[in-house]
């Protein structure tokens, strides 16, 4: 299986850190100003639903996403678009400037913008909207927590993604301490599936990995899992969930599509679906409101 | 015999001709397959740099924005996908070094970690590569490329790959094995096939080989007609050729037969005018003798000279009577040689001694009672031959010698004159076994060519000397056989 989403041009040559300083900067002001007239966007007058992936996805397996578009195109009775791109700060934007209907983004981008964002549904992984974040490491090393990780080669996965480097920047931002001065070196895969690659190979000693991914990984690729370990697994956190912009989340279109993700599971072809991506279904409660996430965020944040 | 078998020079034309294609065979095999092997291992080696130029091509490209940035994950990650893509290619390690010299990436992070320099054992497998130009080690089944990561005409990294060329060498090894064994195959046929044909082509040759044999040993016999061949082939034409000078040879073997035997007439005839002559000769006086008796009788001093003339001329006819008797026996089936039988050649040449005149010096050192183990006319008709052509050749008033001796194993004769020398082709001719089959000379030699042909048979040699002071010393050795010593009368 390849992650696609690592093909996708990434010749930006500034930073990741300081550009998302400046789309949040941007994306605040903008959504402000925008946000008290319903959203002349383009999406909303086009009869193509245009869906976000991110790298949460495991958007290298050609078969599901065929399946995926199939079924949301049946269950909303339009053309279905599935936008993928590199980075989770990529999505967020077009998520937030209206250029998609939806997306499913992770819960700390969410929660950094959920001003701008609005829940349509969340995944239910093992009968709950939760997952964990894991820290792993190769298999034949002795390391057993994160302290035995100092002076690593680390590999996260997206610098917006929770368990890919939130879940372990504030594991650090407890101890008082930053990744850049804990890890030798660090690097971003933009893939939680190259995270398991790259600790498999011996990139990295150790890397900070979605534990729904890992777990369905060692079902699917036990040759590459086998060769790293976990040796720390977080506390339930909320799943990634699937978000719309706030402004369009009246929209008809946007309710279809919310609508086709909680009814997946009544569905044949939904069915299928949810057995490739290992899911139960899709809920979505109120109270879905990712506190853990949102004290890691101040947690990190009052560290810089 | 087992030694000369090693010289090649002694080998038949069949081993031989097949040997020595065999050998140009092999070495041009040889030559050439070396010419191929050099020209697969060059296409090879272009071929794998075209492949490894065209592969460091797509990577460099790929990675350079990525080593600009530093970015570990992207540079690995297009490691992994090109080393996967290209099938007509195995690397084994790639290792990106930063501009400052430390590893940024590489196909195998355990051995070449990120952030680290490369150790002296790296260095040491590593910077046998030159830029620009791919190093092959084939005892190592590896060739090495470097690549320096240019942007905007700045080095910014340097790419190292391993490949690994086993399959590259395993071809070499295939298609050596399979010129091997090709060439020993097509060595060993055509070997064969040559083996065969230039057997059947010189089978003539030893058809002719086999009767030119039978000539050397005396009977010169023509091809047979069965054996002659196509008229118009090589062979064909040589044997019918060689059938006309077996013809030829035949017919002046014939003659010279038939010349030796008027020689021996004419020699017979010279001998018994000699030997008239010397009946003759006493004759004579012992008629004067019986008509002295007749007259004067009565007288006893008369009857005495008479008789005495008498009985020494009867003497001297009883002689030479016996002496030619002796050299007219017949053959006595290989009667053997006995002193005597020299002796009695004495007597025979007395007239020819007389005519000149000549002093003959005679010694006849052989043992009395001995029996010589050589046929005995044949050594009388040589020795009588001898000394008529000494007699011959001499001056007049001059010297004739004989001497005889002999070993346990041959006998010794030797004929001296005066006067002429021997001319020096009839030296070579006497000297020179089975010299010839006919006489040496149209006019002349009979007598030496029936001294060679006598010699021939009884096994004797010859050596002739010409002294400076003039004349000729004829020395025959004649081997003896054993025999029984009887009592020789």
């Known amino acids: 299986m390849r992650n696609l989403m690592q093909f996708i041009g990434s010749d930006q040559a500034p930073s990741c850190l300081t550009r998302r300083q400046i789309l949040f900067g941007v994306g605040s002001v903008t959504a402000t100003a925008w946000a008290s007239t319903p959203d002349p966007s383009q999406a909303q007058k086009e009869t193509v639903l245009k869906f976000g992936l991110t790298p949460v996805f495991l958007s290298n397996d050609l078969d599901l996403l065929a399946a995926l578009r199939s079924y949301l195109e049946e269950a909303t009775g339009q053309k279905v678009q599935l936008i993928q791109r590199r980075t989770y700060q990529e999505i967020t934007s077009l998520l937030i400037f209206g250029q998609l209907h939806a997306a499913w983004i992770c819960g700390f981008p969410y929660i950094v913008n959920r001003q701008q964002l609005s829940l349509l549904a969340v995944p239910l992984w093992r009968g709950k909207p939760q997952y964990q974040a894991y820290l792993i490491t190769s298999q034949s090393r002795r390391a057993k927590n994160i302290d035995d990780l100092k002076g690593d080669i680390h590999a996260f996965s997206d610098p917006d993604s929770n368990s890919g480097y939130l879940v372990t920047s504030a594991l650090l931002a407890e101890r008082g301490l930053k990744p850049a001065a804990f890890f030798s070196r660090t690097f971003f895969t933009y893939g939680h599936r190259n995270v398991v690659r790259a600790v498999a190979a011996g990139l990295a000693q150790s890397g900070s990995v979605d534990g729904y991914v890992w777990d369905v990984m060692r079902e699917l690729e036990p040759a590459l899992t086998s060769r790293t370990k976990v040796i720390r697994r977080s506390e339930w956190l909320g799943f990634p969930p699937i978000a719309t912009s706030r402004s369009m989340a009246n929209d008809p279109q946007v309710q279809d599509l919310g609508r086709a993700f909680l009814q997946m599971s009544g569905n044949e072809k939904g069915r299928k679906v949810l057995r490739l991506l290992r899911l139960d279904g899709f809920g979505l409660s109120p109270n879905m409101t990712y506190p853990k996430i949102a004290r890691k965020v101040a947690l990190v944040r009052g560290l810089e | ?489």
């Open chain 2, 1 to 489: 015999m087992k030694r000369a078998a090693f010289f090649p020079s002694t080998w038949p034309i069949t081993l031989k001709a097949p040997l020595i294609v065999a050998l140009f065979m092999i070495v041009t095999s040889g030559l050439i397959s070396s010419q191929v092997l050099n020209r697969l291992i060059s296409t090879q080696e272009k071929h794998l740099e075209e492949l490894s130029g065209a592969y460091l091509d797509g990577l460099s490209s790929s990675i350079i924005p990525h080593v600009l940035r530093e970015d570990v994950w992207e540079v690995f990650d297009a490691l992994e996908r090109t080393r996967r893509r290209y099938s007509g290619l195995t690397p084994v390690e790639t290792i990106v070094l930063n501009a400052q010299g430390r590893v940024l990436a590489a196909s195998d992070p355990q051995t070449y970690p990120t952030s680290s320099t490369l150790t002296t054992d790296h260095r040491a497998s590593l910077f046998i590569a030159q830029m620009g130009k791919i190093v092959i080690a084939p005892e190592k089944a590896r060739a090495y490329v470097l690549r320096e990561l240019s942007y905007q005409n700045r080095v910014i990294g340097r790419i190292y790959t391993l490949l690994d060329i086993s399959k590259l060498l395993s071809e070499r090894r295939s298609v050596f094995l399979t010129l091997i064994w090709t060439n020993v195959l097509l060595t060993l046929l055509l070997g064969a096939g040559g083996y065969f044909a230039i057997r059947h082509i010189v089978a003539p040759v030893a058809t002719l080989d086999h009767y030119l044999g039978r000539g050397l040993q005396g009977t010169v016999e023509r091809i047979p007609d069965n054996l002659l061949g196509k008229s118009h082939s090589e062979f064909g034409r040589l044997f019918r050729r060689y059938n006309k000078m077996v013809a030829a040879v035949n017919e002046r073997q014939d003659l010279a037969s038939q010349l030796a035997r008027e020689e021996k007439l004419a020699v017979l005839g010279r001998l018994t005018s000699g030997i008239a002559h010397e009946i003759n000769n006493p004759l004579g006086g012992m008629l004067n003798a019986v008509d002295s008796m007749r007259r004067h009788g009565a007288r006893a001093d008369v009857r005495v000279t008479s008789l005495s003339l008498l009985e020494r001329g009867l003497h001297g006819i009883r002689d030479v009577v016996r002496a030619a008797l002796a050299s007219y026996r017949r053959q006595d089936n290989g009667r053997h040689l006995r002193p005597s039988d020299l002796d009695d050649l004495r007597l025979l040449i007395q007239p020819t001694l007389r005519r000149k005149p000549l002093e003959i010096e005679w010694s006849n050192q052989l043992e009395t009672n001995r029996i010589y183990g050589t046929p005995a006319d044949r050594v009388r008709q040589i020795v009588l031959n001898l000394l008529l052509n000494a007699c011959a050749a001499a001056a007049s008033n001059g010297r004739v010698s004989f001497l005889a001796n002999s070993s346990n194993s041959a006998l010794n004769l030797v004929v001296r004159n005066d006067g002429k020398s021997l001319p020096k082709n009839y030296r070579e001719f006497l000297e020179t076994p089975k010299a010839s089959l006919v006489p040496p000379n149209e006019n002349g030699g009979l007598g030496l060519w029936m001294i060679r042909r006598l010699a021939d048979e009884v096994g004797a040699s010859l050596i002739v000397r010409c002294p400076d002071e003039g004349g000729t010393e004829i020395s025959i050795t004649i081997p003896l056989c054993q025999v029984e010593q009887r009592h020789a009368a």
